[in-house]
């Protein structure tokens, strides 16, 4: 396994940048949307999900001591492992006590489906990280494969998101910079939207089994033009003068409500 003992060299400086969210052009000046994944759970749920990474790089002195790292190393090819000295480990980490493990991969590319026929997440302009993570996440455990991100969301292999979603990307197919209006056309589901007015309470509304779920700005919520072509607008009864719920909370509400009407339907 080679080692890197410099931040000047080349590998460890490409990880540096893309640790801390930069993005990678090629020749021909369009983004490369390369990411580096932190941590054991993220790197077992890209080998078990995806496959084998760019390359993988430990922390030496970790390696030597920890039976994960120790396992991760021994199902990758050799020639894609690497190890460095701690402090270089430590200076890619984005939490305060990293794992010391770091694979550097290359993001799917999903084909936009002509028609959406499917149970989906659609989120209009959420630029919070941990938000778009979480609701992510949730979107996962109950049951839903595929998210549509509109153009404005932060980026959803970004290490924030990627933190906070705990492995739901690999379960899931992500769409981002979508017109979420345009792709309106291609949806042969109800578009579901939670609003504060001229809504129904959720728990009232004979909520579909399919259907696309859209969750709006932390600030504006969905865009008025979207809500528009909404075919059932929701709202979560709640305790009054009580400020409305979280984004992601909100749908975690609506999300688990659905499952719940679906498995016991």
């Keep these: 396994m080679k080692h890197i003992s410099s931040r000047d060299n080349a590998v460890y400086k490409q990880l540096s940048r893309l640790a801390a969210g930069k993005r990678e052009k090629g020749a021909d000046g369009h983004v490369v949307q390369r990411v580096v994944l932190e941590g054991v759970h993220l790197c077992q749920a890209w080998l078990q999900h995806v496959g084998v990474p760019e390359l993988a790089l430990f922390d030496l002195q970790k390696l030597e001591t920890q039976s994960e790292l120790q396992a991760l190393a021994n199902v990758l090819p050799a020639g894609a492992c690497l190890s460095c000295e701690p402090r270089l480990a430590a200076g890619l980490s984005q939490v305060g006590h990293g794992q010391g493990v770091y694979f550097l991969a290359t993001t799917p590319t999903p084909t936009l489906p002509d028609h959406i026929d499917h149970n989906c997440l659609w989120l209009d302009h959420l630029q919070d990280p941990g ?33 906070s979603a705990q492995g739901a990307h690999f379960v899931m197919t992500i769409h981002e910079h979508m017109d979420l209006a345009a792709l309106r056309k291609r949806l042969d589901v109800p578009l579901v939207a939670t609003a504060l007015h001229d809504a129904q309470s959720l728990y009232d509304v004979a909520l579909p089994a399919e259907c696309a779920w859209v969750f709006g700005n932390e600030g504006q919520g969905v865009d008025p033009a979207l809500l528009a072509q909404a075919d059932i607008r929701v709202f979560i009864p709640q305790a009054a003068d009580v400020e409305s719920l979280n984004v992601a909370v909100a749908a975690g509400v609506c999300l688990f409500e659905q499952r719940r009407v679906i498995l016991h339907a």
Excluded: E
């Excluded at 778009?132 to 932060?154: D, E, K, M, P």
């Design 131 to 163: 938000n778009v993570g979480t609701l992510l996440r949730t979107a996962a455990a109950a049951g839903i494969q595929h998210a549509y991100l509109s153009a404005g969301c932060a980026s959803a292999w970004s290490p924030k998101v990627l933190r």
